[in-house]
């Protein structure tokens, strides 16, 4: 499942998640994590996405069909999930499920910081120094 932001016409925030089978709960799940309630939701006319209506303040399904249409009215969706396909074909060679949601999560971590640049040494001491220690067979589970 894949959310974008944007203000205007350019991508601000994204976020990914891994889901085993794309349902009303999962869908519902991601947007308590990532939306907040007064967030316009644009979506294409699935109908899963019903359970935004709940969620957020102003659901406004589109119905695409799907191709060319659907990456016309959600272009910056379609160019993220390309990129992402294209990052973990081109520089990890191909991910396992098990791992998936991690390079997601990394993905979008660069992704949502990449105008930051001046605050990153700052922000990754901070976050090191708040962070308990992982271990190397913690890393492998």
Excluded at 35 to 52: K, S
Excluded at 93 to 113: P, Q, T
């Amino acid at each position: 499942v894949v959310a974008v932001e944007t203000p205007g016409d350019k991508p601000r925030f994204a976020a990914m998640r891994q889901v085993s089978r794309v349902s009303g709960d999962e869908i519902k799940a991601m947007a308590q994590a990532c939306l907040a309630p007064e967030v316009v939701a644009r979506t294409d006319g699935w109908q899963a996405y019903r359970v935004l209506n709940s969620k957020s303040s102003f659901h406004v399904p589109i119905v695409t069909g799907s191709g060319k249409n659907a990456v016309r009215l959600f272009p910056w969706v379609h160019t993220l999930i390309a990129n992402v396909k294209g990052n973990i074909r081109g520089v990890y060679h191909g991910v396992s499920d098990k791992h998936l949601s991690r390079y997601l999560a990394e993905f979008c971590y660069r992704f949502n910081r990449r105008f930051w640049e001046p605050q990153m040494f700052n922000r990754m001491i901070t976050a090191c120094l708040n962070t308990q220690t992982v271990t190397f067979s913690e890393l492998r589970q």
